[in-house]
């Protein structure tokens, strides 16, 4: 079996911007998701991440002979309510099929899949593209169970031998199949987004793509503008981050158009990413490799989603997030960018409602929410999880400080600092306004008598000003609120300086 | 002549598997009778009935059965590594495998 040579076409990456805009790139995802079950697919071994190698077996996901699979019931569930929440229609009736290869990953020598009758069909997602919305269409969501994890490097003898682990052989998988509606990286970015945002929301997977709860391939192909036909598709494999998605596609666009207006075809192939070169590379040949001999597993029964059943995991399907942003825009007066980040994940949505049930202004919440993230995410690490940004901030305690802010108790200024408080203690912020001496200055007058220290120490600046260098008023407002710690309302403090620059 | 010898070495060539002459010989005459005698089954009329994949299938069981989602631990790990050729534990071990 030879391997096909690695071909890449030199000056991708550099294809003119001009040259660019005579194509159009077409792009189709496909998804693989691990379900959030306890056990495999089709035996009861656990599917934990990270257990000592081959723990989690026994005969069925070994490929015993004889040993027989039984279907585990949550998977079911949990494909359907993926298939729903992508508006698919939830087949009656699906079946298993085998799809052949050889492959020390597979036991059996075939994996478990569905091929002609799968789960669901014919679905949708939206995107934003630009200022409008855009569906993506769903071509069909099917179950499968994943294979097992060859090692290749790090043991003795790695130059003849390839180890296995099991453990993950038998893991339940949808494959979520995207039509090829996509025109650009970012399109798919954004629907890698919304689909990720919709399988978290629905407790489908937990899309840790570290783990590989979530795979990402893509059918990439380029066409002259305009043009009706499609061209000649290759399937990028190995997309697994959204960063590698849009690298992977933008690397690939180039190399096809490179390709075409170097006068050369297409070959239609499947290529790997590789992140260390950051290029795309040649896999194998397709039209060999791609005979699968589907037939209809004969040890599983067809799979019925009885009516009433289908109806029970609708009704428990919780708010998705498009819905969510809409009922946020409209319910609580947000913006759509500002619905946009809220609705990030269910439990950042689901702290920004529980702040504003204690009574704090929606918009004043949504833009203190997003302070508290930027600090959270100077401390936090990236992968961990939204709950655990808010550190010891209670939504009591979060309502509290935008209500002091609104009612003037605190100023803007200074309740930055009082949030990064309360992220560090967890105290809330009427005892770190008390303990810090942060409370505004309300005396008018003093504020005044700072206000004219700040002029007459800087005689220049305010001859500048009165030569019409409006710029060094900010000047001014800064010493004051220096001078002040940021206690003075910043509203009073130009209204004085303003009244005092003018009067002499 | 259903099968003839490249369809016997494309069938083998996808398992992965190397034949000798005579059994190339051997299979191709076996998967030929066994598609002529498809070809004899094809004579019937089965317009009015409905295709069947399982033999499981019956109008008293339609569907699989289901699984509950609880963990049962099985530990036949050790005893299985100890029947597989050139196991190095706790890992499967196989000849480096080729990419194609």
Redesign the interface.
């Given at each position: 079996?030879e391997?096909t040579s690695i071909r890449t076409v030199e000056g991708a990456g550099h294809i003119p911007a001009e040259v660019r805009a005579n194509y159009e790139s077409v792009i189709g995802l496909e998804v693989h998701v691990q379900l959030a079950?306890?056990?495999k697919a089709f035996?009861?071994?656990?599917t934990r991440f990270g257990d000592?190698?081959?723990?989690n077996?026994?005969?069925v996901c070994?490929g015993?002979p004889g040993a027989l699979p039984?279907?585990?019931?949550?998977?079911?569930e949990l494909a359907t309510r993926a298939a729903l929440a992508l508006h698919c229609t939830v087949q009656e009736?699906s079946?298993f099929a085998r799809k052949?290869?050889?492959?020390?990953d597979l036991a059996k020598?075939y994996q478990i899949s569905q091929f002609e009758l799968p789960l669901a069909t014919g679905g949708w997602l939206e995107i934003e593209s630009g200022e409008s919305k855009k569906r993506i269409g769903i071509t069909r969501v099917h179950m499968e169970e994943d294979a097992a994890k060859?090692?290749?490097e790090g043991?003795a003898h790695a130059?003849?031998?390839?180890?296995?682990?099991?453990n993950r052989a038998g893991v339940p998988l949808i494959e979520i199949v995207g039509e090829p509606d996509l025109r650009a990286p970012e399109e798919a970015y954004a629907c890698l987004t919304n689909l990720k945002q919709a399988l978290e929301y629905t407790s489908v997977s937990d899309c840790n793509m570290e783990e590989g709860s979530l795979r990402c391939d893509a059918n990439v192909s380029v066409r002259p503008r305009g043009a009706e036909k499609f061209g000649t598709k290759v399937e990028v494999k190995n997309l697994n981050s959204f960063r590698y998605l849009q690298h992977a596609l933008e690397y690939e666009i180039e190399r096809q158009i490179g390709a075409l207006e170097a006068g050369e075809t297409v070959v239609q192939e499947t290529r790997l990413w590789n992140v260390s070169a950051g290029r795309t590379e040649s896999?194998?040949s397709k039209e060999?490799?791609h005979?699968y001999?589907y037939f209809?597993e004969?040890d599983?029964?067809?799979?019925?989603i009885a009516e009433n059943w289908k109806e029970e995991i609708q009704r428990a399907m919780p708010e998705l997030p498009d819905a969510k942003r809409a009922r946020f825009v409209h319910v609580y007066g947000l913006t759509q960018d500002e619905a946009v980040v809220l609705t990030d994940s269910q439990q950042y949505a689901d702290y920004f409602e529980a702040v504003v049930k204690h009574g704090a202004d929606p918009r004043q919440t949504a833009g203190w929410m997003q302070r508290l993230s930027h600090l959270a995410e100077k401390t936090a690490e990236l992968s961990e999880i939204i709950a655990d940004k808010y550190g010891n901030v209670t939504a009591a305690h979060f309502a509290e400080m935008v209500g002091l802010v609104k009612d003037g108790t605190i100023t803007a200024t200074n309740a930055r600092a009082v949030l990064a408080k309360m992220f560090e203690t967890g105290k809330p912020a009427a005892e770190i306004i008390a303990s810090e001496g942060l409370s505004p200055i309300t005396d008018e007058e003093g504020v005044e008598s700072i206000c004219r220290g700040v002029l007459a120490k800087n005689p220049e600046n305010v001859a500048k000003y009165r030569a019409g260098n409006e710029g060094v008023f900010k000047f001014f407002v800064g010493q004051v609120m220096r001078e002040t710690r940021g206690r003075a309302n910043p509203q009073t403090v130009n209204d004085i300086l303003k009244r005092l620059l003018q009067r002499s | 002549m259903k099968i003839s010898r490249d369809d016997v070495l494309y069938v083998a060539e996808?398992?992965?598997l190397e034949l000798n002459e005579s059994e190339v010989e051997t299979f191709r005459g076996q998967l030929d009778a066994i598609l002529t005698y498809i070809d004899k089954l094809k004579q019937l009329d089965v317009s009015d009935v409905e295709p069947m994949?399982?033999?499981?299938?019956s109008a008293a069981?339609?569907?699989?059965?289901?699984?509950?989602?609880?963990?049962?631990?099985?530990?036949?790990?050790d005893a299985?590594?100890e029947q597989a050729p050139?196991a190095?534990k706790?890992?499967?071990?196989?000849?480096?495998?080729?990419?194609?």
């Open positions: 079996m391997r079950t306890a056990t035996c009861a071994c656990s000592p190698p081959n723990t077996t026994c005969p070994l015993l039984v279907l585990n019931k949550r998977a079911l009736r079946r052949n290869y050889f492959y020390p020598g060859n090692l290749h043991f130059d003849r031998y390839s180890h296995i682990d099991f896999m194998r060999f490799a005979d001999r209809p004969p599983l029964l067809p799979v019925r | 996808l398992a992965n994949a399982q033999v499981l299938q069981s339609p569907d699989g059965a289901l699984r509950e989602d609880v963990v049962r631990k099985c530990d036949v790990a299985i590594l050139e190095k706790p890992y499967f071990r196989v000849p480096k495998v080729i990419e194609r």
